[in-house]
């Protein structure tokens, strides 16, 4: 069973920086996309990043230049260094990761929360 384990939340004030990682076990199958989403409390669930095994990435508008999203395939593992945070950063973020081949394609982590103060 995959298992994401998510880590690096915590609270910051605005204008620091965190750096979230997500490892990924339990699985023979090669990752391809992963990604990090966030929800805020009384919001749906948005996508933050999310990067292609060959690296390739894509961002929400609201976290281009701030945000970057990178991943070590021989690790299963995907970070997000986030800079200059804002207070509507602050949500639970979820890693995400599709595998391929596996019984579950479609992967969650538990989520970790991000606390900005302004």
């Known amino acids: 069973q995959v298992q994401l384990v998510e880590s690096g939340g915590g609270l910051v004030q605005a204008g620091e920086s965190l750096r979230l990682s997500c490892a990924a076990s339990g699985t023979r199958f090669s990752i391809s996309d992963m990604g990090w989403y966030r929800q805020a409390p009384g919001n749906q669930r948005e996508l933050v990043a999310r990067?292609?095994?060959?690296?390739?990435?894509n961002y929400a508008d609201s976290v281009k230049g701030r945000f970057t999203i990178s991943r070590d395939n021989a690790k299963n593992t995907v970070y997000l260094q986030m800079n200059s945070l804002k207070p509507e950063d602050t949500a639970v973020y979820f890693c995400?990761?599709?595998?391929?081949?596996?019984?579950?394609?479609?992967?969650w982590g538990q989520g970790t929360q991000v606390t900005v103060s302004s």
């Open positions: 995400n990761a599709l595998i391929p081949y596996s019984p579950k394609y479609d992967n």
């Open positions: 990067i292609s095994r060959g690296s390739d990435t």
